[in-house]
């Protein structure tokens, strides 16, 4: 379809919601905190250290135990996501070992539940490299295979609504669906 010179692709199988944040691997989250808000006014970042048991969370299709600093800043558009890997196998860790520091994924939200949501990528050749499941399976997140595609990972973030990121702002905790600090 085009539209006055510009043409618009349909046709798209899977239907991606709003963008909640873009996440930027690094290796120490304070040290990089304090410069995004030295340098560029953004901030403050909120810590928060995440341990995921092994029997909810899969990275490449393994169960795999994990302990992640975070760092959150939410922007006028946006949230600002560093992560750390402090213990385990992730996602994080691989891309930060094969290309150092950089941006890791845009996240997405995507319709729960988590599990149906990963079949219709997988209907359409995507795999996930990491899953992670709340302490309802319902709900979580996971990394998609898409560098090949789009030439970057996609996360799918498949939580309630008025689920964590919309609270970012307003929680002093990020309690929520989370999971356990």
Known sequence: MRIEGTEIIMGSRILLG????VCVVVRDVEK?????????????????????????????GQHERYVVKFAYAKTATIV???AETAEGRTAYKEFLDA???GIHHIGFKAPPPLDRELERWRKQGISSL???YRDDTRYGWAY?????TVGCILEIVCDPSLGWWESLGLAHDLGGPL???
């Not at 990089?32 to 341990?51: C, H, K, M, S």
């Open 130 to 132: 990491q899953v992670n």
């Open 179 to 181: 999971g356990k600090v």
């Open 18 to 21: 709003d963008p909640t944040h």
């Open 144 to 148: 998609m295979d898409t560098r090949a």
């Open 32 to 60: 990089t905190a304090n410069a995004y808000a030295d340098l560029f006014g953004i901030g403050p970042f909120q810590v928060r250290v995440i341990e995921t048991p092994s029997e909810r969370a899969l990275v490449q």
């Open 80 to 82: 600002i996501e560093l």
């Open 99 to 101: 290309h150092g520091e």
